[in-house]
């Protein structure tokens, strides 16, 4: 298992750069058939970045973040790092077969959050938007009044296989596109979210290979932007999609879109779930 944004991941990518495989990365998290042939090319032990057994426990980790002055930002998921010491710690299961993959990887987390008093234009009480972009995005400068602790789903996937096809439903991080910092769409300083999904992996359409997946999940505000109850939540069609032309190793073409539809009922319909094709 490598998750979206993990050293794990980021080995793999480092290592599929260096052998010249020239395997598609740019979709994450990667798929278990790029992880598999980029270790075989560079002819590396799957002990270690993945482990070739079927299933089994996996490995129990923990982090301690201490941040002096005020909130941070990072690449740590559904973790809000507050000011004052944040920790969390997690384990998980997996188990991994031919058509066939399930990985459960729940994680707990907690920060002080202390107040602090951020840079900007001056707030009134209780407001705890961004100074800078008040209006405009859900990204608060502290996440409410003192400690939070939470519980996450985190890595948890359900996935079957058939060649390259693939269909599910995840809670994990994704990463979308070539930047490693700052992607245009989905990265991993936020939490993933929710969804369901069906895709390809490396599709041989003679020409080249396609990469696909369309999800279809549901996105939550953090309740501090001034949304009344029932009008924050939201469904999210999306699509990504990228082409590597035969011959041409390094090269690849991709394109996304993804739609933000208001949580009802009544939407979840498949006019909705085909915006990405029709919007």
């Known amino acids: 298992i490598a998750s979206a944004g993990t050293t794990d991941e980021r080995t793999i990518r480092f290592v599929?750069?260096?052998?010249?495989?020239?395997?598609?990365?740019?979709?994450r998290p990667l798929p278990q058939s790029t992880i598999d042939s980029v270790l075989k090319l560079a002819a590396l032990p799957r002990?270690?970045?993945?482990?070739?057994?079927?299933?089994?426990?996996?490995?129990?980790?923990?982090?301690?973040?201490?941040?002096?002055?005020?909130?941070?930002r990072d690449r740590d998921g559904a973790v809000w790092q507050g000011r004052g010491l944040t920790?969390?710690?997690?384990?998980?299961?997996?188990?991994?077969?031919?058509?066939?993959?399930?990985?459960?990887?729940?994680?707990?987390?907690?920060?002080?959050?202390?107040?602090?008093?951020?840079?900007?234009?001056?707030?009134?009480?209780?407001?705890?938007?961004?100074?800078?972009?008040?209006?405009?995005?859900?990204?608060?400068?502290r996440l409410g009044q003192g400690r939070i602790t939470r519980v996450e789903a985190g890595e948890?996937?359900?996935?079957?296989?058939?060649?390259?096809?693939?269909?599910?439903?995840?809670?994990g991080s994704q990463h979308w596109g070539p930047a490693e910092y700052y992607p245009l769409m989905l990265g991993t300083e936020g939490a993933g979210y929710p969804r369901v999904y069906v895709g390809a992996n490396s599709a041989n359409v003679f020409v080249g290979r396609v990469n696909a997946r369309w999800s279809m999940g549901r996105m939550e505000s953090s309740g501090l932007h001034g949304l009344a109850?029932?009008?924050?939540?939201?469904?999210?069609?999306a699509l990504?999609?990228?082409?590597?032309?035969?011959g041409m190793p390094g090269l690849e073409l991709g394109a996304a879109r993804m739609f933000h539809v208001r949580w009802s009922a009544r939407?979840?319909?498949?006019s909705t779930a085909t915006l990405p094709f029709t919007g």
């Open 267 to 270: 939407d979840l319909t498949m």
């Open 240 to 246: 990504v999609g990228s082409f590597s032309p035969r």
């Open 156 to 171: 948890t996937v359900v996935e079957g296989r058939l060649g390259s096809l693939v269909a599910g439903g995840s809670t």
């Open 229 to 237: 109850v029932g009008d924050r939540s939201r469904i999210v069609p």
């Open 47 to 72: 002990d270690g970045i993945h482990s070739s057994k079927a299933g089994g426990l996996l490995p129990a980790w923990g982090a301690v973040w201490v941040n002096g002055m005020s909130a941070a």
């Open 87 to 141: 920790v969390a710690t997690g384990i998980g299961a997996r188990f991994s077969s031919r058509f066939f993959a399930i990985a459960v990887s729940p994680f707990v987390w907690a920060t002080q959050n202390a107040s602090f008093k951020p840079a900007g234009p001056p707030a009134t009480a209780g407001d705890l938007r961004n100074p800078f972009s008040r209006s405009d995005f859900d990204l608060p400068y």
């Open 16 to 27: 599929n750069l260096l052998s010249g495989a020239g395997l598609s990365t740019i979709i």
